[in-house]
Structures are given as C-alpha cells and as structure tokens.
C-alpha cells in the first residue's frame, strides 16, 4: 500500500490536481499600490505633434533659445505660442503658460518692452541625458519708460533638455532658465 500512494501523488500532481488547495489571489488595487509606494499608477501621456523639428539636439536647443530670448512687446505671445508649437513635454507647458501671461500683461504692452540677445555657448550637460547648457547675453529695453534706460546686457544660463521624436528629429522638451 505504501507504494501506490506516492504513484497517486505524482499522477494527480501530474494531472494539475493538488491536494493542497491554494487560496485564490487578487491583484492590489490600484489604490493600495498607490497607498503603498505613494505613486498613482497613470498611463503614458498622449505623445504630442510638433510643427517644426531640428535634425540634431544642439540645433534644436540653439533655435529654442534664439527665439525664446528675441522678442517685442507686440511678438511675445505670438513668440511663446510658436515655440509651444514646436517642443514638447515641460517646455511646451512653460511656452504656453508665458503665452498665456504675456498677452493679458498691461505693463509689458504700455511700456513697449523688449527683449533681444545672442546664444553665446552651448555645451552637454556632464552627466545629463539629453541635456545642454545655455549661456545666453540678453539685453531688455523698453520705448514708454525709462525703467531700462542704461540697463546694460546681462549673463543668462538654462539647462535645456531635448529629446528624440523620431524621423521628424529632435525637439526641446525642458526649459529650465537658472539666472
């Protein structure tokens, strides 16, 4: 008898029959995942089209910051709508919202001030994906006030990060102005 129990065994076993029941097991919620890691499980953003596209990250970074820094009080919405246009991801939002201010801001347009500069450097980032440094001299002016006059050109820095949107090439995807 002893030796047609482990043969039952291993035949059951082999058939996908247990004698152990195994409890049934549900995935966490996701609510309890997010209690547990402090993060809500989101799906991937929607990817978002571009109008315009450089074929390389330098060229990409060098366009966004011309036209970022060279504007008028008459352009400047205009400006920041266009470069929302062509980024993507934190940039966009951040062209966007300065759009959105710059076009309701009653000071910038009564004092007709202006902003106008070069790129003067554009290096990767050590450590940094994807990411550049950009040193820019800006100059502000205005033609209804004297607030500027004499103001003279001064150093800017930002740390802009571009990335791949495939065959259309690359575009900036983070604007992060530091002085």
């Known amino acids: 008898m002893r030796r047609v129990a482990p043969i039952v065994v291993i035949v059951l076993a082999g058939c996908g029959v247990s004698a152990v029941p195994r409890p049934h097991r549900r995935a966490p919620s996701k609510i309890a995942v997010a209690q547990a890691d402090h993060e809500y499980p989101a799906p991937a953003p929607p990817r978002q089209p571009v109008n315009a596209a450089a074929s390389s990250p330098s060229a990409a970074v060098a366009a966004f910051a011309r036209d970022y820094i060279n504007w008028t009080a008459d352009s400047v919405a205009r400006d920041m709508a266009a470069l929302a246009a062509r980024s993507i991801g934190q940039a966009r939002a951040a062209a966007q919202l300065a759009a959105a201010e710059t076009a309701a801001d009653y000071e910038l347009h009564r004092d007709g001030i202006a902003n106008s500069g ?62």
């Open 118 to 179: 070069a790129v003067e450097a554009i290096a990767p980032l050590p450590g940094g994906a994807h990411q550049f440094v950009v040193v820019t001299r800006e100059r502000t002016t205005a033609t209804g006030t004297s607030a500027y006059q004499g103001l003279q050109p001064a150093w800017h820095v930002a740390i802009a990060t571009v990335s791949d949107v495939g065959a259309a090439g690359w575009v900036v995807s983070g604007w992060q102005p530091q002085s």
